[in-house]
């Protein structure tokens, strides 16, 4: 059984920072990558930013420059650390993970920027 857990959400200025963990955690043989996603209510789920193992990134046009994502290490941990923090970005963030050739997901942790 793989489990993620999520850390790290709460209530920020706008144009403050927070960073979020995941740990994923279980029998784990091999992770592919590991992303945040986020879901804003009305709104679809929506890839945040991605890490694949090989250390390669990727981000959403709206957090470019303003989020970084790190992490996937031998602790089998990501990070999403968010600067210039905007009122758009209030969501639920979820972790992903392709663990052992299978998607994963995390509880969800909620960040809510105030402007």
């Known amino acids: 059984q793989v489990q993620l857990v999520e850390s790290g959400g709460g209530l920020a200025q706008a144009g403050g920072s927070l960073r979020l963990s995941c740990v994923a955690s279980?029998?784990?043989?091999?992770?592919?990558?590991m992303a945040w996603y986020r879901q804003a209510p009305g709104k679809q789920r929506e890839l945040v930013a991605l890490?694949?193992?090989?250390?390669?990134?990727d981000y959403a046009d709206s957090v470019k420059g303003r989020f970084t994502i790190s992490g996937l290490n031998a602790k089998n941990t990501v990070y999403l650390q968010m600067n210039s923090l905007k009122p758009e970005d209030t969501a639920v963030y979820y972790c992903?993970?392709?663990?052992?050739?299978?998607?994963?997901w995390g509880q969800g942790t909620q960040v809510t920027v105030s402007s």
């Open positions: 279980g029998r784990i043989f091999s992770i592919k990558n």
């Open positions: 890490v694949l193992r090989g250390g390669s990134t």
């Open positions: 992903n993970g392709n663990i052992n050739d299978l998607e994963h």
